[in-house]
């Protein structure tokens, strides 16, 4: 993974966006192939075991419907959550990579030698 080292940090540069970009657009990819798993999964189920998807549950309803209308829309919900959520961390994680001061080339840093 790309990181950034403060002398590359800056938030205009190339590089800096690159990175960034880059891992929205796996953050996005991943959120994206889990919602297609979640979207495919039904039709797929009831594909490859349709007597299990046929059992009857509470008040009739078919394992199918059970799962698409108490399981899908939470899993849509779960995705999104996690999506905001790293989109969050990765945007002040960047930001905080982008706000760390720079020493100009040829200070020099000390620090004291009595351990203060």
Known sequence: MNRLSPSTADAQSED??????????RLSVICALAF???LLGLPLANYLWPE????RLFGGFTLTWFLLGIGF?????AISYFFIRH????????????EVPETP??????APLDGN
């Open 73 to 77: 829309f939470p899993a849509v919900w």
């Open 36 to 38: 297609l798993g979640v």
């Open 52 to 55: 299990q998807m046929a059992t």
């Open 87 to 98: 989109s969050l961390a990765l945007e002040m994680e960047m930001t905080a990579a982008a």
């Open 16 to 25: 800096f966006l690159r990175v960034l970009m880059r891992r929205q657009l």
């Open 105 to 110: 080339p040829g200070a020099r840093v000390t």
